[in-house]
């Protein structure tokens, strides 16, 4: 297959072979995330175009989740299992 072409993936569908690669951090996600939806929101981008950045988002949406999760499971063990009410005292 030549460089470029889409593959099918695991479940069929037909994925570009040069996915960008995920950001180092979640700030640097989030935002491209954002830069993404104002792209999406303003109507503008043609409908290939479209679709590409809706695949790009929700990979990043589901990197920014996976990096949050794992916070969260990093707390849950530093706190013993239970997360606390947040209280500014």
Not at 15 to 24: E, F, K, R
Not at 44 to 60: C, F, K, N, T, V
Request: proline share 8%; aromatic share 4%; glycine share 8%.
């Amino acid at each position: 297959m030549p460089k470029g072409s889409p593959s099918p993936s695991l479940d069929g569908a037909i994925v570009p072979s040069d996915i960008a690669p995920m950001p180092a951090s979640y700030e640097s996600g989030l935002q491209e995330l954002e830069r993404l939806v104002g792209e999406l929101e303003s109507g503008q981008l043609p409908l290939d175009q479209l679709l590409e950045s809706y695949r790009r988002g929700a990979a990043l949406l589901a990197f920014c989740r996976d990096k949050l999760q794992a916070v969260e499971d990093q707390i849950k063990v530093l706190d013993a299992g239970s997360l606390k009410a947040w209280s500014a005292e």
